[in-house]
């Protein structure tokens, strides 16, 4: 019984590249939240979607990052022209249903040279 | 502005002793908590939960607390083990409009033998 699979676990890109974050959440749930976590910080929400629909994104900055959970396929967490400032954890979640617990993956650091 | 607060940012214990972990949280429409441990280089695991309409719940060696009027939860472990070293987080989520974690900024645990 698999939990959430993130990759790549780490990811490394230079100034101006593109970062393309994956995730699959628990067998069974069609719930996904992204989070992110800076140095020494908690971790803060960003966007939380369920198949093939975007149901909350106050958190995502206005530019440059998208999310999707296709109806077949991982979601996918995109951050175009990546800065300095973007490299952070990112952690995925998933649930059964809207507000039950959340099971959060491994995460993925990224690094912006 | 941080909705969630943990102001004690590490903490130390003796083996076989109580570890007390506080967060407060400032959002009155916060109606379900939860604590997560995490471990380095690790997505947090849920550790326990409670909803605004009970003062306790216990699961095993955790116990979490919530004190609605003062806007205060806390997790307390008996007896600590040295497995327990880890970062805690404290969580909310306001069941009624959003699915979102906000965190808190975590505690970091060092039980001691």
């Known amino acids: 019984n698999a939990g959430v699979m993130q990759n790549p676990r780490h990811l490394v890109r230079r100034r101006g590249q593109e970062a393309r974050l994956r995730c699959s959440p628990m067998?069974?749930?069609?719930?996904v939240y992204w989070y992110r976590q800076l140095p020494e910080e908690g971790l803060k929400f960003m966007v939380y979607?369920?198949?093939?629909?975007?149901?909350?994104e106050s958190g995502m900055p206005k530019e440059r990052f998208s999310a999707e959970f296709p109806k077949e396929g991982p979601s996918i967490l995109r951050i175009q022209q990546v800065v300095r400032g973007d490299s952070a954890a990112y952690f995925c979640?998933?649930?059964?249903?809207?507000?039950?617990?959340?099971?959060f993956g491994p995460g993925t650091r990224l690094t912006v040279l | 502005d941080q909705q969630v607060k943990q102001n004690s940012p590490s903490l130390s214990v003796q083996e076989g002793r109580i570890s007390i972990l506080n967060c407060d949280y400032t959002?009155?429409?916060?109606?379900?908590f939860l604590w997560y441990k995490k471990y380095p280089a690790e997505g947090p695991t849920f550790l326990i939960s409670?909803?605004?309409?009970?003062d306790k719940n216990e699961d095993g060696r955790f116990t979490v607390f919530l004190n609605k009027s003062a806007k205060h939860l806390s997790l307390h472990i008996v007896p600590s083990q040295p497995g327990d070293s880890a970062v805690y987080f404290c969580?909310?989520?306001?069941?009624?409009?959003?699915?979102?974690?906000?965190f808190g900024t975590g505690t970091r645990l060092q039980v001691t033998l």
């Open positions: 979640a998933s649930s059964l249903m809207a507000n039950n617990e959340q099971f």
């Open positions: 959002n009155s429409m916060f109606d379900y």
């Open positions: 409670i909803s605004s309409i009970k």
């Open positions: 067998k069974g749930h069609s719930h």
């Open positions: 979607l369920q198949k093939e629909n975007i149901i909350d």
């Open positions: 969580a909310a989520t306001d069941t009624g409009t959003a699915s979102k974690l906000t």
